[in-house]
């Protein structure tokens, strides 16, 4: 039983519990939670590998109840979204394997500066709003643009929410609830990809991921019904707030 939840007490496992639950609500609506969820992980005395492997177990459990619960409210459209999904987990495995031979420092340095642009972006452009719109933009790029992330999702991974709901807006034309609820079901599909291999290496601490999924799928529930509820109104300010808090963390890390 100690080996399972890594000797972690019950007051330790009750504050990863309540830090998967606030990362599963704000990562629903805005993405980021890893940025919660891993420090937390890190501050119980974790290792740095085994705490992105649990990190990405308990996060699965969060992107499949948002993804969910889009699903059952009529914002997600399997049939046009499987095949997405399909393309972002062939190479999110990809990015896994990848990542155990090349090095994401260089990553790491430029991560906030693309989130502090997102973040800049969904700020000031007049062009997000609930309405699917008309593209003239070949699907194409989107595809390419899908696969890159899904790529970048098994090698690094912070963000990948964020960009994915850019990519959708921005690509395909789709409303902001609606590229959310695609975000969630194409996170999902990554997380899976990388957990198969993050399991193989044997890396998963099962019992301290449990007991974080569980917080992240109640969590995950909350945020996609407030999300659904209230649109653009909570989606668009906490997804800049989150995104500069996300940029402000990674600089200071770094300077």
Do not use: W
Request: charged share 10%; hydrophobic share 55%; aromatic share 16%.
């Amino acid at each position: 039983m100690q080996e399972l939840f890594f000797n972690l007490d019950f007051f330790m496992l009750l504050f990863l519990f309540g830090i998967a639950f606030i990362a599963g609500f704000v990562d629903s609506i805005a993405g980021g939670g890893g940025m919660i969820t891993i420090p937390a992980l890190l501050l119980s005395g974790i290792s740095p590998l085994e705490a992105l492997a649990t990190n990405k177990f308990q996060s699965t459990f969060g992107s499949f109840s948002a993804t969910y619960h889009f699903y059952t409210k009529g914002y997600l459209n399997l049939k046009q979204s499987l095949p997405f999904a399909l393309l972002v987990f062939v190479f999110s495995a990809v990015g896994t394997i990848s990542v155990q031979f090349i090095q994401a420092e260089s990553l790491s340095k430029i991560l906030p500066f693309l989130i502090l642009l997102f973040g800049v972006y969904f700020l000031l452009s007049p062009k997000i709003s609930e309405e699917q719109r008309a593209t003239t933009i070949h699907q194409g790029f989107l595809i390419l643009a899908l696969a890159c992330i899904g790529f970048y999702d098994g090698f690094f991974g912070p963000g990948t929410g964020s960009f994915l709901m850019l990519a959708l807006i921005l690509l395909g034309g789709f409303g902001l609830t609606q590229s959310l609820a695609q975000a969630k079901f194409y996170n999902f599909s990554t997380n899976v990809a990388s957990l198969i291999f993050f399991a193989l290496g044997g890396k998963i601490l099962f019992g301290v991921g449990l007991v974080m999924a569980l917080g992240q799928f109640i969590g995950a529930n909350l945020g996609s019904r407030t999300a659904i509820r209230y649109g653009i109104r909570i989606i668009k300010p906490l997804i800049v707030l989150v995104s500069f808090a996300m940029a402000t963390k990674l600089l200071y890390e770094q300077f």
